[in-house]
């Protein structure tokens, strides 16, 4: 359970493609704090097996696509006690849900781009310490005729990390905010552990099949408290077309602002929807038979 874009086009060319999952979406790290159970880092991608990530509502539209989803910090630590990663513990009876907002607005035409804004409210009684938000995207630039023959760049005033090929293809994004680093690797060598939380401020040198990331600090997140950023991206047949393209998203996603939080405030947007409470239920025992 999570959010992963499947495949991107730009104009007939791939940009996404047959992507893993884990490495075309957000991921978030932080650490939990209590007396009870100390200081434990969490990290998570942006795809992590039910109960841990619960999904509360989905609505699809033409231009507007919105999912809620509930990260549980209880499971979590359940999974972690379960694996041996960390001693057991009293789990405390605490208010222990994240909620995720997701919000995809897609636009076609003249300066194609896709903005998602993803609003992360701390619900649970925990404080998140030294949270970072990180986007990931291993780009297909021509799908399977050039998966691995990429090359990577990161502009630093417009803030955009991207890859492109010989054949002139580019893929690239930026966030709302501006991001704290960078990082393009092999897909392969590409690491987030509790020894490496901050990404490298490098290029891969070479070309090959690499993966492009941004990350975004944000310190502590106390309870009842939101962290909202966007997510940009788009293609070009140019570098100088890629950055329009983006550029505009960026000014456009900058417009939906109210509108996602008039959305994520509201009644309906907050409320658990009955189908998805038996498919959480069923695919968390799915998961638990599967260890």
């Not at 607005?105 to 701390?122: D, E």
């Not at 986007?135 to 399977?144: A, E, K, S």
């Not at 897909?187 to 490098?202: G, Q, V």
């Not at 993966?211 to 950023?229: D, G, M, R, V, W």
């Given at each position: ?5 499947k495949?991107i ?6 940009l ?5 999952q884990?490495?075309?979406?957000p991921?978030?790290?932080f650490?939990l ?5 100390g200081?434990i880092?969490?990290?998570l ?6 109960p ?16 809620t989803l ?10 972690l ?5 960390i001693q057991?513990?009293k789990?405390?009876?605490?208010k222990?849900?994240i ?6 607005f897609?636009?076609r ?8 804004f ?12 030294d ?16 998966f691995?023959n990429?090359l ?7 803030d955009i ?10 893929a ?5 905010s ?7 690797s ?7 552990n509790n ?13 090959g099949e690499?993966l ?9 997140l106390?309870?009842?408290q939101?962290?909202?950023?966007g ?15 983006i ?6 996603a900058i417009?939906?602002l109210?509108q996602?939080?008039r959305?994520i405030?509201?009644?309906?947007r907050n ?7 038996k ?7 799915d998961?638990?038979?599967?260890k």
């Amino acid at each position: 359970m999570g959010f992963s874009i499947k495949e991107i086009t730009f104009k007939e060319h791939h940009l996404l493609f047959l992507t893993e999952q884990e490495l075309a979406g957000p991921w978030f790290s932080f650490k939990l704090k209590s007396k009870t159970i100390g200081t434990i880092p969490v990290i998570l991608k942006n795809i992590e097996p039910t109960p841990i990530y619960k999904l509360v509502n989905s609505r699809r539209g033409t231009k507007i696509d919105r999912i809620t989803l509930d990260f549980d910090i209880r499971e979590y630590l359940k999974r972690l006690i379960k694996s041996n990663e960390i001693q057991q513990i009293k789990l405390e009876e605490k208010k222990s849900l994240i909620r995720l907002y997701i919000d995809i607005f897609i636009h076609r035409g003249q300066n194609p781009s896709m903005n998602t804004f993803f609003t992360l409210k701390n619900i649970s009684e925990f404080d998140l310490i030294d949270f970072s938000m990180y986007f990931v995207f291993d780009f297909d630039i021509n799908g399977l005729e050039g998966f691995d023959n990429d090359l990577s760049g990161y502009d630093q005033e417009n803030d955009i990390i991207y890859q492109y090929d010989e054949s002139g293809v580019y893929a690239g994004f930026t966030t709302l905010s501006k991001s704290t680093n960078y990082e393009s690797s092999l897909t392969k060598e590409f690491k987030l552990n509790n020894k490496k939380l901050d990404l490298s401020n490098s290029l891969y040198e070479g070309t090959g099949e690499i993966l492009s990331a941004l990350q975004i600090e944000f310190k502590t997140l106390e309870p009842n408290q939101s962290f909202q950023t966007g997510l940009v991206i788009s293609g070009g047949l140019s570098k100088e077309e890629l950055f329009e393209n983006i550029n505009n998203g960026k000014k456009n996603a900058i417009k939906y602002l109210s509108q996602v939080n008039r959305s994520i405030k509201s009644e309906q947007r907050n409320m658990q929807e009955e189908v998805f409470i038996k498919l959480n239920i069923q695919e968390g025992i799915d998961c638990n038979d599967n260890k």
